[in-house]
């Protein structure tokens, strides 16, 4: 493995880089999806296909991992910093699309929180500790 990796950083940076574009991936392809829709349910199918994704690969664990990394490595996180900016901005592009009485950008700053609250709990407590999250939040969140 080291023929490819000069270190366990540079390892453990590959995997969390590709780790975090596949959470920007999902939530950029649901805010995609159908234009106009309520961030409320964008956000909603965002932790349905986060909890898809988890059964399938681990996701919650290893993002848990990757967040605790980049405290520990700066260039990860500024990675991490990128990534949670354009996740941001994607929800305020969709927040712009509707009408609500906030401004986009802090509604999606509140939204974003929403995410590595639901990744931390489907990580430690299991799928079972998350059920009925996305229904709430498209619930609480029909802008």
């Known amino acids: 493995m080291y023929s490819y990796f000069a270190s366990k950083d540079d390892v453990i940076v590959?995997?969390?880089e590709e780790n975090m574009r596949g959470v920007?991936?999902?939530i950029t392809a649901a805010a995609a999806q159908h234009p106009g829709r309520p961030a409320g349910a964008v956000l909603a199918d965002i932790m349905d296909?986060?909890?898809a994704q988890?059964?399938?690969t681990g996701l919650g664990k290893l993002t848990v991992i990757v967040w605790s990394?980049?405290?520990r490595n700066p260039s990860l996180a500024a990675r991490f910093t990128d990534m949670v900016t354009q996740i941001r901005a994607s929800l305020?592009?969709?927040i712009e699309q509707g009408s609500q009485s906030l401004p986009a950008d802090i509604l999606a700053a509140t939204l974003a929180c929403l995410l590595p609250?639901?990744?931390l709990q489907l990580a430690i407590l299991g799928p079972a500790a998350?059920?009925?999250v996305p229904g709430a939040v498209r619930a609480l969140w029909p802008l």
């Open 14 to 16: 590959a995997i969390a």
């Open 24 to 26: 920007t991936e999902m």
């Open 49 to 51: 296909m986060v909890r």
């Open 54 to 56: 988890d059964a399938e």
């Open 69 to 71: 990394e980049a405290l």
């Open 92 to 94: 305020a592009e969709v």
């Open 117 to 119: 609250g639901y990744l």
């Open 130 to 132: 998350v059920d009925g």
